[in-house]
């Protein structure tokens, strides 16, 4: 059965990880039922799983049927923001300022549709590890992740993420070689100003 039409069996429950996910979104180094989560539909797979890495942080490792030792590392963040939901939606924010407005909802649910897939075929030489990454919102969660050595423990040959852009048409993925959407900085500019008298009046 082709890629596409047995993951688009399970599409429904995919949606439904994601509006649980939603509906209880957890901040910075908090996803603790997030990675409650995830760690029990791995598991559920036959995964073999990892957690408490970074505090909340989720790794599982799924061997294919070759002999082959290269790796590759699957990875989606899972932390909310701190912001009020303000939506009628059915599954909407449940906490109170916190919310997921970034997508990382549905990040967490295709890195899972994907786990579930891989570990029904397991149609791969070498491995895969699956990374849920905690904190991406300003905590710095990934870095948290390699200090406490997270390739030491899963190497991995190359490291694969997406992020979702509503901006895209449905069905379209934008992408390019080398780095992508790797990370974001932040410029601080402090504007002096003398206000000047000209004819009587105060200008600034």
Excluded at 88 to 114: N, R, V
Aim: one cysteine or more; charged letters at 25%.
């Amino acid at each position: 059965m082709p890629v596409y039409n047995r993951i688009a069996e399970f599409h429904d429950e995919m949606t439904e990880w994601r509006r649980e996910i939603h509906a209880h979104p957890e901040i910075c180094f908090e996803e603790v039922r997030t990675a409650a989560l995830i760690q029990r539909k791995l598991e559920s797979w036959g995964i073999e799983v990892h957690s408490g890495i970074a505090k909340t942080g989720v790794v599982g490792v799924l061997r294919g049927q070759g002999s082959g030792n290269g790796s590759i590392g699957l990875r989606a963040d899972m932390d909310a923001l701190p912001l009020s939901e303000e939506t009628d939606l059915p599954y909407k924010s449940t906490i109170p300022g916190k919310m997921h407005a970034c997508g990382h909802d549905g990040h967490t649910a295709m890195l899972l549709g994907a786990a579930r897939y891989l570990a029904e075929t397991r149609n791969f030489d070498g491995s895969v590890v699956f990374i849920f990454q905690p904190a991406e919102e300003g905590g710095g969660g990934a870095k948290v992740m390699i200090d406490e050595g997270l390739f030491e423990r899963f190497p991995c040959d190359t490291v694969w993420g997406m992020h979702n852009d509503p901006r895209l048409p449905l069905g379209a993925i934008a992408t390019r070689a080398g780095g992508f959407l790797a990370g974001g900085d932040r410029a601080y500019i402090t504007i002096r100003g003398a206000a000047l008298m000209r004819r009587g009046r105060m200008r600034g």
